[in-house]
């Protein structure tokens, strides 16, 4: 099949030839080495015993192959990290490495952090403006501008076609399949995680079973910030010999190191007149069908409101997994711009915003996620409170839909399809 092209590639086109070595990271699946296969030369793919046991014999075969190499899987040989830290302190020129990997190093393993030397970029399942339903009209990177840029446009995509892009998956080797062949394809994927993957980065899970029943726990909780304890308690409920506090820790501690679990911190800024906000994250997993598949409800019931999570007073299940997409491709987004994302909750939870993109220069655009056409004062509310603490600060305020047209509204908030938004 022909290579689709990611937003990352323009990232990569930029930077690869200024820089000796660039590490993609992300999960299993999201397309690391389709995209670095693109612009190498050689490839050395560890997760081969044959090519993983050359390397480990002999570390400086990484240089002497032709470059750019591409080292797949470096996390199953660490030392190679190390190896190719050193080869681009004796030769800094651009283009030399790129190393893609799915699992941070294993526990126990230790490794120079490559600062300087090695840049890592991360790479998450398809994007909404990556999977080709409409082209984008409305830029984040512009949005970060202060500029106040002019917001238009209009998306055929409604709200049965979101559900679809939820349930279909941004995974590319999965996202093309009929539903039957895709669920399967799902469900495979969470068993690799538990049988295989975990395993094969130096854990040992002596429960599978409630290592699959937090993970479910944890997908229930999508898009909030509820309490471990709770996803705990859900995970084990009925159960007389409950795993305990430290072992759901390790759980969640793995499989964000794997980047299965892709929470989105609170936003705390240096600089701010914002008191007492939360520092708890929200939940996410890498692909908001995954969650899906994990809490088990389809189509049919999540545009009736079927579904619970383990936090029961955040809206429906479908609402929560609409702002998991938005969250997954906002954060694709703020890679092109070098943004962080995180959230804003207050400690008396008076306040919250769903996403808080923060550029370089400390410029912010708040976004506000709704499962809806209609926009009403009282969906912005947050937005405005949020523009009166900033002031100038604050380059924008979004709120993100399921409707059809993109515009703002004369309090200066952008409303758009979230389909219309892209980097």
Do not use: C
């Not at 998450?124 to 238009?152: N, Y």
């Not at 279909?168 to 969470?190: E, H, K, W």
């Not at 944890?218 to 409920?237: F, P, Q, S």
């Not at 619970?308 to 809206?315: K, L, P």
Request: aromatic share 4%.
């Amino acid at each position: 099949m022909a290579y689709q092209r990611r937003i990352v590639d323009g990232v990569l086109d930029e930077l690869f030839p200024e820089l000796a070595a660039i590490a993609l990271e992300g999960a299993k699946g999201v397309g690391k080495t389709a995209t670095a296969s693109q612009r190498a030369a050689t490839v050395l793919s560890l997760d081969r015993p044959g090519q993983r046991e050359t390397l480990s014999a002999d570390l400086d075969y990484v240089t002497q192959v032709p470059t750019p190499v591409l080292i797949d899987e470096w996390q199953l040989v660490p030392s190679v990290w190390d190896r190719v830290r050193k080869a681009v302190d004796q030769h800094n020129a651009g283009g030399q490495f790129l190393l893609a990997g799915s699992a941070g190093v294993a526990p126990g393993v230790r490794i120079h952090s490559g600062a300087g030397r090695i840049v890592s970029i991360a790479m998450r399942p398809l994007s909404m403006a990556e999977r080709g339903l409409v082209a984008p009209t409305v830029s984040l990177s512009d949005l970060l501008t202060g500029r106040r840029p002019r917001i238009g446009g209009q998306s055929p995509v409604d709200l049965s076609a979101y559900t679809d892009e939820i349930l279909g998956s941004g995974l590319p080797g999965i996202r093309g399949l009929p539903p039957r062949a895709r669920q399967f394809q799902l469900d495979s994927y969470l068993r690799r995680i538990v049988e295989r993957e975990l395993p094969e980065n130096g854990v040992t899970v002596r429960r599978p079973e409630a290592l699959r029943a937090w993970i479910a726990a944890y997908a229930a909780a999508t898009a909030t910030d509820t309490a471990y304890t709770k996803l705990l308690d859900a995970a084990t409920a009925g159960e007389q010999n409950k795993s305990s506090r430290a072992t759901a820790d390790a759980y969640r501690e793995h499989l964000t190191r794997i980047f299965v679990l892709d929470p989105i911190p609170a936003w705390i800024p240096t600089f701010h007149p914002l008191k007492r906000l939360t520092r708890s994250p929200k939940h996410h997993l890498l692909d908001p069908a995954l969650a899906a598949r994990l809490v088990g409800v389809g189509k049919a019931g999540l545009l009736k409101g079927e579904g619970r999570g383990v936090a029961t007073d955040t809206g429906t299940w479908l609402g929560a997994l609409f702002e998991s997409l938005t969250a997954q491709s906002v954060r694709v987004y703020a890679e092109v711009a070098s943004a962080r994302v995180g959230h804003l909750r207050t400690k008396e939870t008076d306040r919250e915003i769903d996403l808080i993109v923060e550029g370089e220069d400390s410029s912010v655009v708040a976004i506000e996620v709704k499962l809806s056409e209609s926009v009403s004062d009282k969906d912005v509310r947050h937005l405005n409170w949020l523009q009166r603490q900033l002031g100038d600060r604050l380059a924008d305020r979004v709120l993100i839909t399921t409707g059809k047209d993109a515009y703002r509204r004369p309090d200066g908030v952008a409303v758009i399809p979230l389909a219309l938004l892209g980097p």
